[in-house]
């Protein structure tokens, strides 16, 4: 049954993509669906053993299902079998690093953009690919996700394109890649930020030895997301350093807050069903139960104390601890 919040159609230079039908809020689950099947180690897969591989999986399908494998885009269609190119362009990882990649025929229509609007995820237990709106999309806009890690994504326009060039076949013309020259090198310089703070901050050496800089690490971070349109998973793991940073600290008041808004992030780019949620929704109102409770208590506040977000001054309260 066709999905009432988008059609698949051409989008000018990018070939097929999901346009939206109607208007979608932030936080909508645009999109379900189960891999038509899966590659265990794709990259240590010879050739020939995906080629066969995929041969018989076509076998045992659908004859709809076959026509839908066989009519998706193949961006490697000079280097290598069609059966090879058309799993090597459309294929998704099971998560982040996972060797396990899943061809699926909706999802596969989704184009990249390096400011994406639409989070992709992998939901192990539901064994479901999830598309989820990151930000309030209208009706006609190009509901696109990141094809890149979080790390590649970070580097300026010509590495990012050389990598996407590499990796899936094409130049991106996202609107981040074809911003004018001024602007984009502006985007670049932020980019490039963004990955010194995500070093920065996750080596775990500033939490351990100066908490306000890290802190202050992480507002910095935020901000940046922020002037880049960034919306993704990348701002619900700032706030979890940021509880982490708290906590560690014995400032439970601003730790409690910050798992809130960690898991409200959470549900926008994965889902109230994302696994974990509830382990982490324990720390809204116990942060105390957090592992790195107890290391310090030299920032010590109550979760009563908690300030609420219509307080007139939230973020100078939530930040107070913060230098950079
Ligand atoms: C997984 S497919 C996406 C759907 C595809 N557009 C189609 O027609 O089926 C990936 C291909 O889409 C195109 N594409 C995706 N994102 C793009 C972008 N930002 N700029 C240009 N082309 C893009 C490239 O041809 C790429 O190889």
Not at 191 to 205: A, K, M, N, S, W
Request: aromatic letters at 8%; proline letters at 5%; hydrophobic letters at 35%.
């Amino acid at each position: 049954m066709a999905n009432p919040m988008f059609e698949v159609m051409l989008v000018p230079g990018c070939g097929k993509g999901l346009v939206a039908r109607t208007y979608i809020p932030r936080g909508t689950r645009i999109l379900t669906e189960k891999p038509l099947f899966s590659i265990s180690n794709f990259a240590a897969t010879s050739l020939t053993d995906i080629v066969a591989y995929v041969t018989s999986q076509l076998r045992t399908m659908p004859k709809d299902d076959q026509r839908g494998f066989l009519s998706l885009h193949n961006a490697f269609i000079r280097q290598a079998s069609p059966f090879y190119g058309i799993v090597r362009t459309n294929s998704l990882p099971f998560g982040p690093d996972s060797p396990e990649l899943g061809l699926f025929l909706t999802c596969s229509r989704l184009n990249h953009s390096c400011s994406p609007n639409a989070n992709h995820s992998w939901n192990p237990v539901t064994r479901t690919e999830n598309v989820q709106a990151i930000r309030d999309i209208d009706p006609g806009e190009e509901i696109t996700i990141c094809y890149q890690s979080a790390q590649s994504s970070h580097r300026g326009r010509d590495n990012r394109r050389d990598e996407l060039m590499k990796m899936f076949g094409f130049e991106c013309h996202c609107m981040i890649c074809d911003l004018p020259e001024e602007d984009s090198l502006e985007s670049d310089q932020r980019r490039v930020e963004i990955d010194q703070l995500d070093t920065l901050i996750g080596t775990g050496d500033l939490l351990a030895f100066n908490a306000p800089k890290a802190l202050g690490a992480c507002r910095t971070m935020l901000e940046h997301l922020e002037d880049e349109g960034i919306q993704d998973m990348r701002v619900a793991r700032c706030y979890y350093d940021a509880f982490q940073i708290c906590v560690s600290s014995g400032d439970l008041a601003r730790a409690s807050v910050f798992a809130r808004m960690h898991i409200e992030e959470m549900r926008v780019c994965e889902g109230d069903d994302t696994p974990g949620l509830k382990e982490r929704q324990a720390f809204v109102e116990k942060p105390e139960s957090h592992r790195l409770a107890g290391i310090s208590d030299k920032w010590e506040s109550k979760v009563a104390d908690r300030a609420r977000s219509d307080h007139s001054d939230f973020e100078g309260w939530l930040w107070r601890r913060a230098t950079y």
